[in-house]
């Protein structure tokens, strides 16, 4: 459940005060999956990375924690998830299909999120007027708003469609407010599976004024 940022109401820290459900929990471990960052290009700056978020695997990752990257300095940043719900160190958060971005109920970082339907990275130029969204999946009664296939409805839940047990990612750009407010970072998913391997992401991502 999406809130937009300028709507948004103040409001105790949710993700402190409930529990979440038992498969969906905080796990106090920093991930060991890998993360491999290439610079693509210079001017303009352009990342590409491949993220191991697969989590041991479906039946293993509710006891598996997120990967973290910080999308500035290009580098997976070492949180466990119980440090990561109070850090301002990190940008978006993945672990199998799921993707949290630090705002709102998973973390203090004021990333907001907006989304460019149907186009490329390189397509968009400008970051969007408005539209930008946190993180927001548990109200003020502890329910917890969950996605179409069981996972927390963050603010890029939508990143992809379902269809013959396969996730294929849309093709959009996500524009991500800067959480050191020195503009936005556009952000691409390119693939979920790596040679068969599912929750292995390719991203890339730039930088918008």
């Known amino acids: 459940m ?9 409001r105790a820290d949710m993700a402190t005060r409930c529990e979440l459900p038992y498969d969906l929990r905080l796990i106090d471990e920093v991930s060991t999956g890998a993360v491999m960052v290439m610079r693509l290009s210079d001017n303009p700056v352009v990342y590409s990375a ?18 973290y990257l910080d999308l500035v300095r290009a580098a997976k940043v070492d949180l466990t998830d ?10 978006i958060a993945l672990k199998r299909y799921q993707i949290k971005i630090n705002s709102g109920d998973s973390g203090p970082g004021g990333v907001t999120a907006a ?8 397509e968009v130029t400008m ?16 329910n917890v708003f969950m996605d179409a296939i069981g996972g927390l409805a963050t603010a890029l839940s939508d990143w992809y469609s379902y269809q ?19 503009g936005f970072i556009k952000l691409q998913i390119l693939s979920y599976y790596d040679m068969g391997r599912s929750g292995v992401y390719t991203l890339r991502w730039g930088f918008l004024p």
């Open 2 to 10: 999406a809130v937009e940022e300028d709507l948004r109401r103040p």
């Open 50 to 67: 491949k993220v191991d978020a697969s989590a041991g695997g479906s039946m293993a990752a509710s006891s598996r924690p997120y990967v």
């Open 82 to 91: 119980v440090q990561a719900r109070d850090s301002t160190a990190w940008d």
């Open 115 to 122: 989304v460019v339907r149907g186009k490329e990275l390189s």
């Open 127 to 142: 970051a969007p007027a408005q539209g930008y969204v946190e993180d927001d999946y548990i109200d003020e009664n502890c």
């Open 164 to 182: 013959n047990m396969q996730l294929s990612p849309h093709k959009d750009t996500f524009v991500l407010k800067r959480r050191d407010g020195m």
